[in-house]
């Protein structure tokens, strides 16, 4: 809203017509989200009612949107007799809210395996934006919202298209994160958007509070004493006290204490300087002389040359003159100079000027500095590169990472990985994760004379130096439409090795495969299918919405759900067949799963499509072995060399850098309404994990509890700046403790019971 409001200030000084603006942000929110809603029984301020009678006269797709969703008007946004258009009219702006994908109140639907149809709001209100307000342009606002993953095609959308139908010649512009190329892309094809790019909040170093900046203190302590220092053998006591208080003792090596300090030490580094986005980031805001600072020292350090000074780069952000000729010190200048004066809102003025909004990469700041200054239309880039030499090597060496790590954990050498591919990581990596799973299975880019990929061939067995590992890839619907040469290419891999005369013990991929047209009588072909992804037009495995509605009992529907939307085999020549009962089969003998983050900016528990990927691969993987639960690991490709963790240790990373993190929450708490919503997120995220994989520590509940429920100042502010979103985390902690993700001790079980209650009321107070 405070983006929105800046957009809003803005239009008016360029001489549009915005009626009269609310003093602020919040009274913008007000008017928006609040407004006559409850006069109606709605979800925010009514701006038009669509009479059921109307929108059957006008709707023409009718019986495709009713053979989905019933007869008219659905179930959403909608009193019964008339459809809502919800929103607030400003002038000639309508600020409108797009309705929901519409399993938000159907999660039966959740099970099928394609999309169909959108509900009856949803065409509706696009219906009503061309047709009855009679907009001259849209502009969707944030990353992302549902028109451009309505069902169709992938690319080449004709009127057969739901995007299509519903967006049709209205110009769509569409204000886009600078760091998501991957599902911009799919905007850009598939609703005709231009994008306006926007920043991603400053990153920073979580640094250390309370307990934990204690505990190293401490440490410091112990380390300046001497060996043989009697005062040692106390503060080691204190020290395990510590570590115990911050549920950091139990993966202590026991053996001695020398150890054991050398482990907490590394411990405390990696959290003091582990990343994390700051914050919100607010259209056309510039970033101020810490953020600025903060960022340019990671640039640089991300950068391989020398880095400058802190003196240098302190005058560089204080615009300070500087006698260099050093080509890092001038780039950082430029972007210095880039980062005070942001280019959002001209973006946003030019594209509904209808002028020509420029083109830019697009990215991570830290990595590409070029994708400034933002308020410019993001593109992709050449996918017949990808993956690209640098990415072939430094995959092959990701991937003996992995493998290692998994067998320091106490594994031994797997024989079948299951893996989850996305566009994002593979566009700002140039195919780094696919590299790493051609690299398992011993295979690499085929080049063609122009030396662009083509296809796979095999690393012979006496070059590679292990065995071929079968692998089998689960890819986003995102990466099935950007990258599909990519798709067929990790399949023409593992048919190859299928096919290669080879013993069982050196490929392991041949070995499954043989095995399973064996025992099913299909040809060896059909059984070395391992990329797998949604059916056509279909995107995610929808285990987000199904553990987000709350709407399951039996961790069975979770599998099914995953694996009937994954379960669409892609062939070497691209061609996809539903093959649900081989990706079952090759689930039931899955050794360990993991996927590769490539943003600081999300996390595995801020957003909810990682526990829907890997958390559901990894439940469909667990129920295929009797229950029992998989490894899963997280390959952290963030910062520097990268890193590998095992799930569990990344969500508790993530829980203390972050959640519980005073300069993460309080960053998030300065946006209010906003910030609140993104805590919840990380909370329900957090029980997406457990859901999906049962490997979330008790403590994090414990601890999330503490500082947002039991917190008396905390739990208040809390509920006066966001009281939905307050009472729906709230009732997340209880939920994981009635699933037994926790067992909370009865005071505080109390405690959460009453916030519950003293939100609901509060909700409902103002309902009535
Ligand atoms: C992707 O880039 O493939 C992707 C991005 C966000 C969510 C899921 C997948
Ligand atoms: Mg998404």
Known sequence: FESLHATLTRMQAEGYDVGIIPGDAEALRDAVLTGNAEMH??????????????????????????????????????????????????????????PGFGYEGDPMRLLFEKGFAPTHAFSA???????????????????????????????????????ERLIGDLPNMYLYAANNPSEGTIAKRRSTATLVSYLT????????YKGLSELKDTLDQWRSLSPNDPERAGLYELITAQAEQLDLAESLPVDDAEHAVQHLITAMHELESTLIPHGLHVAGQPMNEAERLEMLTLIAEADDADAPDPATL???????????????????????AQLQNNEELDGIITALDGRFVQPSPS????????????????????????????????GARQAEKVLAKHIQTGGSVPETIAMVLWGTDNLKSAGGPIAQALSLMGARPRLDSYNRV????????????????????????????LLPMQASMLAEASYLAAI??????????????????????VDIEEAAYRVFSNGEGAYGANVNYLIGSSAWTDDQEIGDTYTNRKGFAINRKGKTTKQESLLKDVLGHVDMAYQSLDSVELGVTTIDHYFDTLGGISKSASLAQNGDDIPIYISDQTQGEGKVRSLEEQVSLETRTRSLNPKWFEGMLEHGYEGVRQIEAQVSNTMGWSATTGQVQPWVYQELS???????????????????????????????????????????????????????????????
């Open 41 to 98: 029984g709605a979800l925010a301020n009514v701006h038009a009612l669509i009479p059921t009678d109307d929108h059957v006269r006008r709707e023409p797709h009718l019986a495709e949107i009713e053979a989905q969703w019933g007869a008219a008007p659905g179930r959403e946004f909608t009193n019964g007799s008339s459809i809502f258009v919800l929103g607030k009219q400003f002038g000639n702006v309508l600020i409108a809210v797009q």
């Open 125 to 163: 209100f696009y219906r009503y934006l061309r047709e009855d307000f009679a907009a001259d342009a849209v502009l969707h606002f944030g990353t992302h919202g549902a028109l451009e993953f309505m069902p169709g095609k992938q690319v080449g959308l004709s009127d057969a298209c739901w995007p």
């Open 201 to 208: 909040p400053p990153v920073t170093q979580a640094g250390l």
């Open 314 to 336: 302190d005058k560089i952000v204080h615009n300070m003159p500087i006698e260099t000729d050093d080509a890092l010190a001038l780039r950082l200048i430029t972007i210095n």
């Open 363 to 394: 990215g991570d700041l830290m990595r590409t500095p070029e994708m400034l200054p933002t308020g410019r239309n993001i593109h992709g880039f050449d996918p017949f590169s990808i993956p690209n030499a640098f990415a072939s090597k430094d």
């Open 454 to 481: 083509c296809g796979a061939e095999l690393i012979p067995l006496e070059e590679l130096g292990r065995a071929r590992i079968d692998v089998v890839m689960t890819l986003s619907g995102i990466f099935r439409d």
């Open 500 to 521: 290669a005369d080879e013993p069982d013990t050196q490929n392991f991929i041949r070995k499954h495969a043989r095995a399973y047209a064996d025992a099913h009588g």
């Open 706 to 768: 503490e500082t947002f429920v039991l917190d008396d100042a905390m739990r208040k502010r809390l509920a006066d700046l966001n009281p939905a979103s307050s009472a729906r985390m709230v009732g997340r902690l209880i939920e994981a403790s009635e699933r037994d993700y926790w067992q909370p001790d009865a005071e505080t079980l109390d405690a959460l019971h009453s916030a519950n209650e003293e939100l609901e009321d509060r909700i409902e107070g103002v309902e009535a």
